[in-house]
């Protein structure tokens, strides 16, 4: 846990032909994960049992939820909902911040 001031483009760097990622927070209501994407690189596309926020700091990524695709740069955020299938790639060099919120379902 950090106790004290940190600039969040400083606690990840990039690497060359890679996606980077550091976990911030990990608690059981929800993760927070910050990602370096080289140019051209990204995630898969895939399903999440819980909503994400994604939140880009430095860059340029093509988001793709549902079949819509989405392009965002820096200060731009997107909800990603649960059970839909989503997938990234970075346009260029790329930060972003991940925001996974665990919530129970009521029957």
Do not use: C, W
């Given at each position: 846990?950090?106790?004290?001031?940190?600039?969040?483009?400083?606690?990840?760097?990039?690497q060359?032909?890679s996606?980077v990622s550091?976990?911030?927070?990990d608690?059981?209501?929800g993760?927070?994960?910050l990602f370096?994407?080289?140019?051209?690189?990204?995630?898969s596309?895939?399903?999440?049992p819980?909503?994400?926020?994604?939140?880009?700091l430095?860059g340029?990524?093509?988001?793709?939820?549902?079949?819509?695709?989405?392009?965002?740069?820096?200060?731009?955020?997107?909800?990603?909902?649960s059970n839909?299938?989503h997938?990234?790639?970075?346009?260029?060099?790329?930060?972003?911040?991940?925001v996974?919120?665990?919530s129970?379902i009521?029957n």
């Amino acid at each position: 846990m950090f106790e004290e001031v940190k600039k969040v483009l400083n606690l990840i760097d990039y690497q060359r032909g890679s996606v980077v990622s550091r976990t911030l927070l990990d608690k059981e209501s929800g993760t927070v994960t910050l990602f370096a994407f080289g140019k051209g690189e990204g995630l898969s596309e895939h399903t999440a049992p819980f909503d994400a926020m994604v939140y880009i700091l430095k860059g340029n990524l093509k988001i793709r939820i549902a079949n819509k695709d989405y392009e965002l740069t820096d200060g731009e955020m997107i909800i990603m909902p649960s059970n839909e299938p989503h997938s990234i790639k970075a346009r260029e060099k790329s930060k972003m911040l991940l925001v996974m919120l665990k919530s129970e379902i009521d029957n």
